[in-house]
Structure formats: structure tokens, C-alpha cells
């Protein structure tokens, strides 16, 4: 039934189409009324390429102040690191002096000529050591360049690193070695 | 025949737009008018589609501007269908429209019996089961391809045309005289 069905229908559709055609009246309407645009060769429509500025408009100013507002966000993101200088130039803070690069240990400062380290040094730093007695090397006898396996016995080793006979003689070993 | 009658033009075949128009006016005129049942409409209808395709014509052109004409016919007489259904009864379009239809016809020509059935039946199915139809039976589209012109799965487009088919066999069958009626009266008694 179906198959009759179908052939009926395709009959039919092919016996009404021999009654339809398109004039040459409707084909001018046709080409006249598709004529603006068509091909690219003709001047638009001024009122369709308002109305299809008007459409992309909107959606192109939106982007452009989305965009405008995330660049505007991203650049102070971007800055606000580097307008806070670096700290300005501070007369170096006692802790600068006790951050030296390893000193030789005692016995080997005996052996030595001493302080070659000078060349080491920054001048101010050890212009100040000798002035008075370091606090932080009292404390931290690693910045001294003792191992930190000596710093328990840092007092009671003092004399007999003063009978070597070689830092026992300044003045910051005196105080340790007075308490 | 339909895929023939109906001359498919590939955008390699024409080379501007007038040349497209003059190969398938004729052709997309017939698939207007069998969707809509209604001359003046449908040369209404295939003028929007050339508007539109006009517009792209540059992007179509390579392509198959035929088919997309086609597809914006097919879904213009769907929605025109919808428009007409919610016109108010008595309005003077819709007089006219059919005052226009019973005197001329959609095809400007006489059918016989069996067309002058199957027309009323056609015409009684819902807009998407005679697109469906259509698409099937005189432009011999696929499954696949109608599903795509119609923005529809292939599932539905069986489903449409299963349905269409019914209604078509039901009318037909309910039309036709039956002989075998008294017979299974007289079984009955």
C-alpha cells in the first residue's frame, strides 16, 4: 500500500508541476526585487547596511568596553608591584656585619697570618668590628666562622683557643672568656 | 525526478546570481506551492529566499545556493502555515486568500479525480508532515537530508512521514467506494 502510496504522490507531484512555471514577469520580480547586493557589483541597500551597522554595533561596543575595562584592570594589576621601591639606601643594620662570608676557623687562624679576610670584607664593616665588641659575634659564634658543631663549647673553648694563642687576644674573645 | 525536475544548481554551475535565479525559479516555485497550496504566496515566499540568498551570495556561490534557498522556503511556509492559522477568521487577507485559491487553484490548471483527493488530502496534513512529503516525494531528498533542512532529527522525519503516510491512506481508503461493506453487514448478521 505504501509503495502504491509513494507512486501515487510522486505522480501527482510531477502532473501539477507541468501546470506551474515561473513568467518572465515573476523572474524580473525576482531578479529586481535580490537585485541590491547581488553579485557584489551593485551599491547596497543604504537602509540594510544601516540597519546590519546597527545589528554588529552593539555587539562590537560591548566587546571593545569588555576588552577596554580587562586591559585597564590587567595594566594596574600589572603595575602595582613595581611603584613600591625597593627599600631606600639604609646605613647597613648591625645583622649586614654579622653576615660575612665564613671566617677560618680558629685553628687555622693560627696558623695563618692574620685577617686576610679584609680583602673579603666591605670596609665599613670592619672598620666598625674593632671599635667595640661585636654583640652578634658573641651571640652567633657561627657568624664568627665557627662550625655550629663548636657552638656549645664556644665560652669554655675560648681560653684554650686563647692558649693557642692567636684570637684569644681580642677583645670580644676576653669578654667571653670572662664570663 | 523530483532532484531532476527540481535541476539542483551547484554554485559551480551558475555564475551570478541572475543566472541562478533564471535556473531555479521554476523549480523552487513548484516546491512553494506545494508546500503552501497557495500561488501567490509561495512567488511571495521564493521571492524571500532569493532576498536572502542574494545577501550571501557570495559566501553561497561555491557552494549549493539551491539548497538553501530551498531550506528557507521550506521553513517560510511552515511558519507561514502557523501565521495563517492564528489570522482571525473573516479577515480580508484570509477572503482573499481563499476567494484566490477556489477560483484559480494552486496550480492554475485542472486536476483530475484522484489529484483532486489526494490535493485535499495534502492540504489537510499539518505543515511539517506535507514539508516532509514534499522534500521526499518530488524533491527526493534523503532521510538525512530532510532531517537537515528542516532543523529536525532523522527520527522525527521518519516519525512525520510515517504519520503523513497514515493520514494520506486513511483519506484515500475512506474516499473510496466499498463494496465489501455489505458483505461483512450481511457476515455480521
Redesign the interface.
Known amino acids: 500500500?505504501?509503495d502504491e502510496?509513494?507512486a501515487?504522490?510522486?505522480d501527482?507531484?510531477?502532473?501539477?508541476?507541468e501546470?506551474?512555471?515561473?513568467d518572465p514577469a515573476?523572474?524580473r520580480?525576482?531578479?529586481a526585487?535580490?537585485?541590491?547586493?547581488?553579485?557584489?557589483t551593485r551599491t547596497p541597500n543604504p537602509l540594510?547596511k544601516g540597519l546590519g551597522l546597527r545589528r554588529w554595533a552593539l555587539p562590537v561596543l560591548a566587546a571593545a568596553a569588555t576588552a577596554a575595562v580587562v586591559l585597564a584592570a590587567a595594566m594596574l594589576l600589572w603595575r602595582s608591584p613595581q611603584p613600591a621601591p625597593p627599600q631606600p639606601a639604609a646605613p647597613p643594620s648591625p645583622a649586614a656585619t654579622t653576615t660575612p662570608p665564613p671566617a677560618p676557623t680558629p685553628s687555622r687562624a693560627s696558623t695563618r697570618p692574620p685577617v686576610p679576610e679584609s680583602t673579603a670584607r666591605p670596609r665599613s664593616a670592619r672598620s666598625s668590628a674593632p671599635a667595640a665588641p661585636d654583640p652578634a659575634s658573641t651571640v652567633r659564634p657561627e657568624a664568627t666562622g665557627n662550625p655550629p658543631s663548636e657552638r656549645p663549647a664556644t665560652p669554655r673553648d675560648a681560653p684554650h683557643t686563647a692558649h693557642d694563642g692567636s684570637v684569644a687576644d681580642g677583645p670580644a674573645a676576653r669578654g667571653i672568656g670572662l664570663e | 525526478m523530483s532532484a531532476l525536475s527540481t535541476g539542483e544548481v551547484r554554485g559551480g554551475d551558475v555564475t551570478t546570481f541572475e543566472e541562478f535565479v533564471t535556473a531555479t525559479a521554476g523549480p523552487l516555485l513548484r516546491t512553494a506551492v506545494f508546500l503552501v497550496y497557495d500561488r501567490h504566496v509561495a512567488e511571495d515566499l521564493v521571492q524571500l529566499a532569493y532576498e536572502r540568498v542574494a545577501r550571501r551570495w557570495r559566501r553561497l556561490a561555491s557552494g549549493n545556493p539551491e539548497a538553501y534557498a530551498r531550506k528557507i522556503i521550506v521553513n517560510l511556509a511552515i511558519d507561514e502555515r502557523r501565521r495563517r492559522r492564528d489570522l482571525p477568521v473573516g479577515s480580508v487577507t484570509e477572503v482573499e486568500r481563499l476567494a484566490g485559491t477556489a477560483s484559480a487553484g494552486p496550480f492554475c490548471g485542472p486536476a483530475g479525480a484522484a489529484d483532486g483527493e489526494l490535493d485535499e488530502a495534502l492540504r489537510a496534513l499539518p505543515a511539517k508532515q506535507r514539508a516532509v512529503l514534499v522534500l521526499r516525494y518530488w524533491c527526493d531528498l534523503s532521510e538525512q537530508d530532510i532531517a537537515e533542512t528542516l532543523g529536525i532529527s532523522r527520527g522525527t522525519v521518519k516519525s512525520h512521514a510515517a504519520r503523513a503516510m497514515a493520514a494520506l491512506r486513511e483519506h484515500m481508503t475512506a474516499d473510496k467506494p466499498r463494496p465489501a461493506a455489505k458483505g461483512d453487514g450481511a457476515h455480521g448478521r
Not at chain 1, 501527482?12 to 508541476?17: E, P, V
Not at chain 1, 501546470?19 to 515561473?22: G, K, Q, R, T, Y
Open positions: 500500500m505504501d502510496l509513494e501515487l504522490l510522486r501527482h507531484y510531477r502532473r501539477a508541476a501546470e506551474i512555471h515561473a515573476l523572474l520580480r525576482y531578479r526585487a535580490a537585485r541590491p547586493g547581488a553579485d557584489g540594510g
